[in-house]
T-cell receptor
C-alpha cells in the first residue's frame, strides 16, 4: 500500500513570500490532516478534512494560511505571506475514516521542511 | 484545555538496558491514546492505540500501558535501531488529536 505522499520535501523562501504544499493521502482514506511541527515539539493540528469538508480548523491562522481538498482526495496548504515563525515541518496525515467515528490512527507523510529567511 | 506532557525529554541507554518512557495527560474525555515513533526527517509512524485504563499492547521490544492519567512505553533490551523520538497523542471527545513534545531516545551499542 502506497503511503501518504507530500511535496516538495524542502522549501526555502523569504519572509512575506507565499508557498504551497501538496499532499496525496492513502487511497480510500476519507480523513486528511495538516500538522505543523516546530523543531523539538510535537505536531500541532492545523486543519482536518472529512472528504471535502472542514471538520476542524480552529488552530489555523486564517489571516495567512489556507487549505483546500478538492474532490476529497489531494490537498494543498498555502501560506501567504510567510513569517519567520512559520519555519517548521508541515506534515500531512490521513486515516480511513474520521477518528471521531472509530479512533482510527493517522498515517503520516514525511513532511515538507520550510525555512523562512 | 487538553494537555500532554512526556518525560524524560531525552534518554540515553546502553544496548540491552531496559527503561520506560512516560506520557501524562489531562483531557476532557479520552477516546484513545496513541504512540508513534518518529525518525529524523520522517513522519511519525503509528505504533499502538490504547483505549481504557488497564489496557496493554505489545510489539517486539515495546509494550505500552495505560492508566487514567498516564501511559508508559516500556522498552525491553533495546537495540540501536530503536533510537528515535517517541510521541504520544490523545484523542478527545471533540475529535481532536493533541500531541506531546516527544522523548528522544538514543540507544548506544
Amino acid at each position: 500500500e502506497a503511503g501518504v505522499a507530500q511535496s516538495p520535501r524542502y522549501k526555502i523562501i523569504e519572509k512575506r513570500q507565499s508557498v504551497a504544499f501538496w499532499c496525496n493521502p492513502i487511497s480510500g482514506h476519507a480523513t486528511l490532516y495538516w500538522y505543523q511541527q516546530i523543531l523539538g515539539q510535537g505536531p500541532k493540528l492545523l486543519i482536518q478534512f472529512q472528504n471535502n469538508g472542514v471538520v476542524d480548523d480552529s488552530q489555523l491562522p486564517k489571516d495567512r494560511f489556507s487549505a483546500e481538498r478538492l474532490k476529497g482526495v489531494d490537498s494543498t496548504l498555502k501560506i501567504q505571506p510567510a513569517k519567520l515563525e512559520d519555519s517548521a515541518v508541515y506534515l500531512c496525515a490521513s486515516s480511513l475514516v474520521s477518528a471521531g467515528v472509530s479512533n482510527q490512527p493517522q498515517h503520516f507523510g514525511d513532511g515538507t521542511r520550510l525555512s523562512i529567511l | 484545555e487538553d494537555q500532554v506532557t512526556q518525560s524524560p525529554e531525552a534518554l540515553r541507554l546502553q544496548e540491552g538496558e531496559s527503561s520506560s518512557l512516560n506520557c501524562s495527560y489531562t483531557v476532557s474525555g479520552l477516546r484513545g491514546l496513541f504512540w508513534y515513533r518518529q525518525d529524523p526527517g520522517k513522519g511519525p509512524e503509528f505504533l499502538f492505540t490504547l483505549y481504557s485504563a488497564g489496557e496493554e499492547k505489545e510489539k517486539e521490544r515495546l509494550k505500552a500501558t495505560l492508566t487514567k492519567k498516564e501511559s508508559f512505553l516500556h522498552i525491553t533490551a533495546p537495540k540501536p535501531e530503536d533510537s528515535a523520538t517517541y510521541l504520544c497523542a490523545v484523542l478527545n471527545y471533540g475529535q481532536n488529536f493533541v500531541f506531546g513534545p516527544g522523548t528522544r531516545l538514543s540507544v548506544l551499542p
